[in-house]
């Protein structure tokens, strides 16, 4: 079986990219702050504040247990999630490896 796309690339490069695809949408990265603002675990509570039908807030819980930053557990009918401290720090060692190289130019542009 031949390489797929992803194969070419490291495994950093794409971890990465799974991760940034995961939050890149405005409901997820309100989820998140939501839960880090209040600094504990949410219950059925983001609906209200976020404005957005449970199903769909449901699908944003999903991508971001997918990746792993939340984690959470269902009991009945309630739901409760926060976040991974030791995913969300190694996102942050990701993003500050990925942003720390210098960018200034030499004779460009």
């Known amino acids: 079986m031949g390489l797929t796309k992803s194969d070419i690339f490291t495994q950093e490069q794409n971890e990465?990219?799974?991760?940034?695809?995961?939050?890149a949408h405005p409901a997820r990265i309100a989820i998140l702050q939501h839960i880090i603002k209040l600094k504990a675990c949410i219950c059925n509570d983001l609906v209200e504040e976020l404005g957005l039908a449970q199903a769909t807030i449901s699908q944003h819980l999903k991508e971001l247990k997918g990746i792993g930053v939340i984690k959470g557990s269902i009991e009945g009918t309630s739901i409760c999630y926060?976040?991974?401290e030791v995913v969300w720090n190694n996102i942050k060692s990701l993003l500050n490896d990925f942003f720390i190289d210098d960018v200034r130019k030499i004779n460009c542009c």
């Open 16 to 23: 990465l990219s799974t991760i940034l695809k995961a939050l």
């Open 82 to 84: 926060c976040i991974d």
